[in-house]
């Protein structure tokens, strides 16, 4: 069983809508919570992270860990097209070592 | 400020052969990895360097070694090529562990 989960996808949704995205995890050590974006043939670049349980909102984006049910999810309101992306959510139990889920891909079309 | 930079962006290699994925930082962190992605794998760490003069291996280190040659700079070398090597490699660094810069990735084909 793969430390993380996350649920490949691929996920296509018209603009505007809400889009949910997800991971479970078995590590009840991790302690740092990340969600990373990567756009077709470029590297990741760090969307939110958030430290132990709770919730945190960044414009159109709100990430959530639940360390109960060992689930974090990133919500994004109102997408764009520019949301197109792969989303990979990663964790980690102390500073270094992420440990990177497969990644949803997602599609907003217009 | 070009921020984490690889070389080279693409490469053919046949199985044994040697080659040096380079790779540099000018953001003055402390700590450099070397990441491969493979399709429905995600990205798992070959080896990462804490601070200069110091490398450990990650989840996938075998089959590579690493050079951190020193502030900047961080390579990863395959030394007897496999077609299972195949993949995107990607360097990143950082100085808070959790917030990771990552370069443009390197496209690499062993056949």
């Known amino acids: 069983q793969k430390e993380v989960e996350q649920d490949p996808g691929p996920l296509s949704v018209p603009e505007g809508a809400i889009v949910s995205l997800n991971c479970t995890y078995s590590?009840?050590?991790?302690?740092?919570f990340m969600w990373y974006r990567q756009y077709s043939r470029k590297g990741p670049e760090l969307l939110m992270y958030?430290?132990?349980?709770g919730n945190k909102e960044d414009g159109r984006f709100t990430a959530q860990v639940d360390k109960s049910s060992k689930y974090i999810s990133l919500f994004i309101r109102d997408s764009q097209p520019s949301d197109s992306a792969t989303y990979l959510c990663?964790?980690?139990?102390?500073?270094?070592?992420?440990?990177f889920g497969a990644g949803t891909r997602l599609a907003v079309h217009p | 400020n070009a921020g984490v930079t690889q070389t080279p962006k693409f490469q053919v290699l046949k199985t044994g052969q040697s080659m040096t994925l380079q790779c540099a930082q000018d953001m003055n962190h402390n700590s450099m990895y070397w990441y491969r992605q493979d399709p429905g794998m995600g990205l798992r760490l070959i080896y990462y360097?804490?601070?200069?003069?110091?490398?450990d291996k990650g989840e996938v280190p075998n089959g590579y070694n690493v050079s951190r040659l020193n502030k900047r700079e961080f390579s990863l070398r395959l030394e007897s090529a496999a077609p299972s090597q195949t993949s995107v490699y990607f360097c990143a660094s950082s100085e808070l562990g959790y917030e990771q810069y990552f370069g443009p990735g390197t496209r690499l084909t062993v056949t």
């Open positions: 958030t430290y132990s349980s």
């Open positions: 590590n009840s050590a991790f302690q740092y």
């Open positions: 990663a964790m980690t139990p102390s500073y270094n070592k992420l440990i």
């Open positions: 360097s804490a601070s200069e003069g110091t490398t």
